[in-house]
């Protein structure tokens, strides 16, 4: 069985401080890894997947397979990346994703 | 070009009830897939449709179905309904299985 784990459910950093929403996971095989977005009052979107190693709105993720992880990281946090994140997981040939519970990141100005 | 596009965007219902969810997914997207999202489990995939065929089912109990026709448009179907039911419902579809759209969602309350 999957297992995705978001210890923090709620994190708060300043404005111009870097920030770092853990992900870890749980699973033998090759996983895909997602970071999905949900920003007040819209719907969940996609921010990243770690396939396409893209850097979305200044974030980056790297997959450690080592440690089973995949944090989300950006270097100076803006007050507009206040939302809810979550990290997800799909298993080789699976048609699903499995969800962690999601980080509340609040940015302070 | 229009996301996926869900119906209606709230429902209330009353215990014992059915109701049906629907879901359009993006022009040429031929999976649907559909969750559901609460404060206490988070998100929970129910199941999968691809090409009218059920892929995949989650852990949820025989009162929730689905199915897909054949413009890939989806709907849900929960039977004889339960307070715990509440819940948002989400919709996603996909043309490749790496990236997943979602809907706004349909927010059904059980009374």
């Known amino acids: 069985a999957q297992r995705v784990t978001q210890p923090e459910k709620l994190l708060s950093v300043f404005k111009g401080a870097p920030v770092e929403l853990k992900c870890n996971y749980s699973?033998?095989?090759?996983?895909?890894l997602f970071w999905y977005v949900q920003y007040s009052r819209q719907r969940l979107q996609l921010l990243l997947r770690h396939i396409s190693r893209e850097s979305i709105k200044g974030f980056t993720a790297d997959l450690n397979k080592g440690e089973t992880s995949f944090h989300l990281k950006k270097p100076f946090a803006q007050e507009e990346d206040s939302a809810m994140y979550y990290c997800?997981?799909?298993?080789?040939?699976?048609?699903?994703?499995?969800f962690g519970q999601g980080t509340r990141l609040t940015i302070n100005p | 070009k229009a996301g996926v596009t869900q119906t209606p965007r709230y429902l209330i219902k009353t215990r014992g009830q059915q109701v049906t969810l629907s879901c359009s997914p993006i022009s040429g997207h031929r999976s649907v897939s559909w969750y559901q999202q609460t404060p206490g489990q988070g998100l929970q995939f129910l199941f999968e449709y691809f090409s009218e065929t059920q892929r995949n089912k989650g852990n949820f109990p025989g009162r929730f179905s689905g199915r897909q026709f054949s413009n890939s448009r989806s709907e849900m179907n929960v039977s004889t309904l339960e307070l715990g039911d509440s819940a948002l419902y989400l919709c996603a579809s996909s043309a490749d299985s790496y990236g997943y759209t979602f809907g706004s969602g349909t927010r059904l309350t059980v009374v």
């Open positions: 699973y033998s095989g090759s996983p895909e």
């Open positions: 997800a997981l799909r298993a080789q040939g699976a048609q699903k994703l499995v």
